[in-house]
Structures are given as C-alpha cells and as structure tokens.
C-alpha cells in the first residue's frame, strides 16, 4: 500500500503550499504579459497562473499573486489596475530564457524589453508594446480584475478580453491554422522545470537572486551577434556583472584552446566555440572568450 501525505492548507507557509500547487498542477502555460503605467513606461512580465476560458467573447485570464515574503504588488498588476489594457505575448522555446531574465524584480522605471533584448512592437488597439519575437500576441482590454485575497501569495484574477491577435505566419500550416511543430510551446512546471511541448522537461535556471545585467549591458558586437541566439543573450545577461579586464586576460593565458580559437583569427569559430561553453553551462567562460575576441564579431 502506496504512503501519502495529506496537508490542511491553513497548517503549512504560503511558501511550502506554493511549492506543492507549481510541482502538482502542470504543465502551466506562460503569460508573456506587456503593459504600460499612466505615464506610458512599459513592464514586461511572465506568468504561469494562466490559460484561456472563453472564445466567444475571447478571454484570457492570468493572476499575478502578492508577493510571498512582503505582500507587495507587482508592476504589471499596478499598470493593469491603472489603464486596462495588457498584451499577452505567447512563449515558445526560442526566447524561453529571455522570458526568464525578464522576470528579475528590476525596479520601477527599468524596461524589462531591453534587458531581454526583446523587440518592442507598437500594437494596434491598446498601449502596451508587443514583444516583436513571440509567435502570437494577444492585444487585450482589461474588463475586470478579481481580488482573491489580502495576504501575501494571494492571487489577483485579470479578466482580459482579447481585441486583436497578431501570428507569425511561419508558424502556421497549409491551412493556416497554428502547427503545433512549428510554434514550438513551452510551460512551466514545478521549481526550475519547463516542459517543451515537443520535446518533454528542461531546466531553467531561475534568474539570480542579485539583478543580472541585461542583454542591454553586454557589448554592442555581441548583442548584434548573427549566431548567438535569443536564449544565448538571455543566459549571458543574467550574469551578475561583466569580467573585469584582468579576469578575460587571465582566462586567455590559462587556456591552451583559448588562444588557439583566438589565433585563427576567425569570428565564427569564436562564436561557435562560446556557444558550446554556454551548452555546457558555464556562460561565465563564454562571456570572457567573447570580450577577449570582440573584434573578431562581426
């Protein structure tokens, strides 16, 4: 006979409860959510307590929770509250760690698009920009939000009905409708797991704990990068800080293979061989290798 545990909601911390909800009820899809405060500055926020719940007339709900440890408001619930308008960005696997970095709890004021290094897209019928990369947008008017509660990790229910919806046609198929192949979806699961819809589970680290830099923080030429892609960028500005000059140098003279890539004077190998540093996990090492060749980028 198989043990279980049983748990009264109320006899457990929000923290231990909301680890039991995310590592239970998954596959959740993401809510690339884009909105823009009074002033017109615009936040960019994922969240995975989302999905659809009508199509005629079209909703999607998503509820970003108080905050567990202080029982303060995110942005994107104080811009939603204050102009009724939100985009919801779908993610699929191509910007899944640029949707990730975006999540650090930047401050008020910082745009969340450029330390992706997303692409803001004008929408149509609503304020809050698009994110340009994602494979379809949901341009909403927000018609309702629903408190779930007071306290730290309570949710707040968005009702936001949707006006316009924006596809890459490169996902679609002969038909026109959405190929599921194609557009390559991912959700969250419990901790740092994703699913792949394709695929199955991945790993995403969860952004550091001290704010990454930003793609906006790393060099020009490597931003631009035509090889290194979104989710390359997005691991390489949740670093903490850029290597000092001395730590690149050092980096070079420790390494037999470092200073063979760079004598072949050749960018793409460069490029290629940070690439497999970042597979392997070690984005620190590719970062240095990419600032010790940046002339060899084009």
């Not at 992706?116 to 018609?143: H, I, N, Y």
């Not at 540093?277 to 940046?294: P, Q, R």
Request: charged share 20%; hydrophobic share 40%.
């Amino acid at each position: 006979m198989k043990k279980t545990i049983s748990i009264v909601p109320n006899e457990v911390t929000t923290a231990k409860l909301h680890g039991y909800l995310l590592g239970a009820v998954g596959p959740r899809p993401i809510a690339f959510a884009s909105t823009v405060d009074k002033d017109g500055n615009p936040n960019l926020s994922p969240f995975s307590f989302f999905n659809v719940f009508s199509a005629n007339p079209p909703i999607l709900i998503f509820s970003p929770a108080r905050r567990v440890r202080n029982n303060t408001t995110k942005h994107t619930l104080e811009n939603v509250l204050e102009t009724k308008e939100v985009v919801i960005n779908i993610v699929n696997y191509s910007i899944v760690q640029q949707m990730s970095l975006s999540s650090t709890e930047y401050a008020e004021g910082i745009n969340e698009f450029d330390k992706a290094g997303l692409t803001m897209l004008k929408s149509d019928l609503v304020k809050p920009f698009r994110v340009a990369e994602s494979p379809v947008q949901f341009e909403c008017k927000v018609t309702k939000v629903e408190a779930l509660g007071e306290e730290g990790g309570a949710g707040n229910l968005i009702f936001a009905e949707v006006v316009k919806v924006h596809v890459d046609t490169t996902v679609l198929d002969e038909n026109g409708s959405i190929d599921q192949h194609k557009i390559d979806l991912v959700a969250r699961m419990g901790g740092n797991w994703y699913s792949r819809a394709k695929e199955g589970m991945f790993e995403v680290p969860k952004p550091l704990s001290t704010l990454g830099i930003g793609v906006d923080s790393l060099p020009l030429k490597i931003r631009n990068s035509k090889l290194l892609s979104g989710n390359d960028l997005g691991l390489l500005g949740n670093i903490e800080q850029l290597p000092s000059a001395e730590s690149v140098t050092q980096f070079v003279e420790e390494n037999v293979s470092i200073r063979s890539v760079l004598s072949t004077n050749d960018g793409v190998q460069l490029q290629l061989k940070a690439k497999e540093y970042i597979f392997n996990e070690d984005v620190t090492s590719a970062l240095k290798l990419l600032i010790a060749g940046i002339d060899l980028i084009e």
